[in-house]
């Protein structure tokens, strides 16, 4: 079993910067493919980035593409998403996710979750 907790989350202007982490514990973390996902209030839940188990595949969601960028650091059990050029828009909880299939993009690939970090990205 993976349990993940995430940080990082917080108050930035747009244009700003912030970079989340999401900490795993036990000995498989380097096994699963690890995502990040958003949800705003009122909308369903939204990928953002996902990264294979070796690091060599990284997927990402049109709107952050350019901007966000996903890590691993298999030694440390973590994987972080490096948010550039926020935007209003971008203001959602972020989860992090781990998946025995793959850097999927679909929600429901994902077998465990954390309990997701805010972001607000102000005007």
């Known amino acids: 079993q993976v349990q993940l907790v995430e940080s990082g989350g917080g108050l930035v202007q747009a244009g700003g910067s912030l970079r989340l982490s999401c900490a795993a514990s036990?000995?498989?973390?380097?096994?699963?493919?690890m995502g990040w996902f958003c949800q705003a209030p009122g909308k369903e839940r939204e990928f953002v980035a996902a990264?294979?188990?070796?690091?060599?595949?990284?997927v990402y969601a049109d709107s952050v593409k350019g901007r966000f960028t996903i890590s691993r650091d298999n030694a440390k059990n973590t994987v972080y998403l490096q948010m550039n050029s926020l935007k209003p828009e971008d203001t959602a909880v972020y989860y992090c996710?781990?998946?025995?299939?793959?850097?999927?993009?679909?929600?429901?690939?994902?077998?465990?979750w954390g309990q997701g970090t805010q972001v607000t990205v102000s005007s």
């Open positions: 036990g000995r498989t973390f380097s096994s699963y493919a």
């Open positions: 996710a781990a998946a025995k299939s793959g850097p999927r993009s679909i929600s429901r690939s994902y077998e465990y």
């Open positions: 990264i294979s188990w070796t690091g060599s595949t990284r």
